[in-house]
């Protein structure tokens, strides 16, 4: 797999523009491929068709490449400064296993579609959003997100694919469930299954 990027183009630019601007081109350091080479070196064993694989694949893909922790309070906005301690660690163990979830109702299409570095920019906020292409089926576009966690590794805040931010679908669920349950919290980690 290339270690160095090549020019951005096309729709690429139009998505990676939109997450983040003014944005940086630059080229890909180890840590961004190291972050690339985890995803693939836990999709590629991976069979289509082999739901135990497939999940089990999505779990460790949960774990290694997100940063749950970072995601729940932007995703829970207003409602993460009322949850208690015991409360917000139930509703970033339900992001997760809603995480875990959705990657493996997708998972014939991850199952070993290796994905390649296409680009990578550097946002406002100091976020990479780190552009790659699977290598088979409809050869998606990905764009993550990815920042320096507390352990020092990048991980992922947020994932887009097809112009759908799984950060932003998150939080639009949340607001709803909120919204539609005069805000209680409860309901909010029910919701995710915490």
């Not at 601007?21 to 972050?35: G, H, N, W, Y």
């Not at 992922?156 to 112009?163: E, L, P, R, S």
């Amino acid at each position: 797999m290339p270690r160095t990027t090549r020019p951005i183009s096309g729709p690429i630019v139009a998505v990676l523009s939109a997450l983040s601007s003014p944005v940086l081109a630059v080229e890909a350091d180890s840590a961004t491929t190291a972050f690339v080479d985890r995803i693939n070196a836990v999709i590629a064993p991976v069979e289509p068709g082999d739901r135990e694989a497939i999940r089990a694949a999505c779990v460790i893909l949960v774990r290694q490449a997100f940063d749950i922790d970072a995601m729940a309070p932007t995703i829970a906005e207003e409602a993460w400064p009322r949850m208690s301690g015991e409360q917000r660690a139930a509703y970033v163990l339900g992001l997760t296993k809603r995480t875990v979830s959705d990657c493996a109702f997708h998972g014939n299409e991850i199952a070993g579609n290796m994905v390649e570095i296409v680009g990578v920019r550097i946002g406002e906020s100091g976020d990479r959003l780190v552009a790659v292409r699977q290598s088979k089926g409809a050869g998606r576009t990905v764009i993550w997100q990815v920042h320096r966690s507390a352990g020092g590794m990048l991980k992922a805040v947020d994932m887009t694919v097809d112009g759908r931010s799984l950060a932003a679908s998150a939080r639009r669920d949340a607001k709803e469930v909120l919204k539609r349950t005069d805000g209680d919290v409860a309901a909010l980690i029910r919701s995710v299954g915490g």
